[in-house]
T-cell receptor
Framework: NAGVMQNPRHLVRRRGQEARLRCSPM?????VYWYRQLPEEGLKFMVY????????ESGMPKERFSAEFPKEGPSILRIQQVVRGDSAAYFC??????????????FGEGSRLTVL | GQNIDQPTEMTATEGAIVQINCTYQ??????LFWYQQHAGEAPTFLSY????GLEEKGRFSSFLSRSKGYSYLLLKELQMKDSASYLC??????????FGDGTTLTVKP
């Protein structure tokens, strides 16, 4: 039973290029969460999605960042016109449904973006 | 808003006991969770508390006081492999988890 799958694991982009990060949740999970982690820092919530719906995007920067979770296929986190400050590890997590008081998150291995 | 505080770093000796504290302020509290994250790896779930009191799980225990907005993770019989970051996270009624900045634990021989 595969866990949360993220790709690419490592991505290098030059300033101004686009980065696309993909996340396939665990089988049977329909809720996906994206977090960003800067070096030596904690996980910062970005966006929470359910199939075809954005539930909460309160942690997403207003510009250049977007996320989707289509009916078919993985969730995509898209960063347009990347800047050096976007360099970070981006973790995807999934859950079978809405998080309850006993529901933990299952994390992928992360995608590490480096902007040159 | 939400605020979760935990110490940045801690050091302990192999075989000892260490307690990592976490205080939180949140609306719509719906459970407190602890995750372990080794450098360069994904966070993995350790324990959760919903009600006040102590939950024991092998060498790891976690405590919660909802009235005080306080939790701790207790690690016993420390091993070198316990060197990692420990993340305190709060689930809310909004259906998401908010994380503290993590405590980096270094276990020394």
């Amino acid at each position: 039973n595969a866990g949360v799958m993220q790709n690419p694991r490592h991505l290098v982009r030059r300033r101004g290029q686009e980065a696309r990060l993909r996340c396939s949740p665990m089988k049977g999970h329909s809720h996906v969460y994206w977090y960003r982690q800067l070096p030596e820092e904690g996980l910062k919530f970005m966006v929470y999605l359910q199939k075809e719906n954005i539930i909460d995007e309160s942690g997403m920067p207003k510009e250049r960042f977007s996320a989707e979770f289509p009916k078919e296929g993985p969730s995509i986190l898209r960063i347009q016109q990347v800047v050096r400050g976007d360099s970070a590890a981006y973790f995807c997590a999934s859950s079978p449904g809405r998080l309850t008081n006993t529901g933990e998150l299952f994390f992928g291995e992360g995608s590490r973006l480096t902007v040159l | 808003g939400q605020n979760i505080d935990q110490p940045t770093e801690m050091t302990a000796t192999e075989g000892a006991i260490v307690q990592i504290n976490c205080t939180y302020q949140t609306s719509g509290f719906n459970g407190l969770f602890w995750y372990q994250q080794h450098a360069g790896e994904a966070p993995t779930f350790l324990s959760y508390n919903v009600l006040d009191g102590l939950e024991e799980k092998g060498r790891f225990s976690s405590f919660l006081s909802r009235s005080k907005g306080y939790s701790y993770l207790l690690l016993k019989e420390l091993q070198m492999k316990d060197s990692a970051s420990y993340l305190c996270a709060v689930n809310t009624n909004a259906g998401k988890s908010t994380f503290g900045d993590g405590t980096t634990l270094t276990v020394k021989p």
